[in-house]
């Protein structure tokens, strides 16, 4: 199993960025993938989720990034992304994605797979 996770970068607040998640090594059109991210000195935070198993796939979003960040997944790439608008400097952490064939929720210790992640910085 591979979770990897790229597209992080550093911009300025008000920048976009999109993430991006490769995966293989599972089925992955019936896992829920979910983004986390964890800032230095601050303990890992849920971001959004996305159900598997077929359409329509739920979202789930913590409430900081609600209306600026958008999850979506391509079945047919084994990829989940996440859309990130309106970049602020509290964003800054290190994303990671992480995979589950039962669980959607926010408590990354029920997620089964995680990838290493990939930095993000927005300054000010």
């Known amino acids: 199993v591979q979770l990897q996770a790229s597209g992080g970068g550093l911009v300025q607040a008000g920048a976009s960025l999109r993430l991006s998640c490769a995966t293989s090594?599972?089925?992955?059109?019936?896992?829920?993938m979910a983004w986390f991210r964890q800032a230095p000195g601050k303990e890992r935070e849920f971001v959004g989720s996305?159900?598997?198993?077929?359409?329509?796939?739920?979202?789930h979003y913590t409430d900081s990034v609600k209306g600026r960040f958008t999850i979506s997944r391509d079945n047919a790439k084994n990829t989940v992304f996440l859309q990130m608008n309106s970049l602020k400097p509290e964003d800054t952490a290190v994303y990671y994605c992480?995979?589950?064939?039962?669980?959607?929720?926010?408590?990354?210790?029920?997620?089964?797979?995680w990838g290493p992640g990939t930095q993000v910085t927005v300054s000010s």
């Open positions: 996305i159900t598997g198993g077929g359409v329509p796939n739920r979202t």
């Open positions: 992480a995979a589950d064939i039962s669980f959607f929720g926010t408590d990354g210790r029920q997620y089964k797979y």
């Open positions: 090594g599972f089925t992955f059109k019936y896992y829920t």
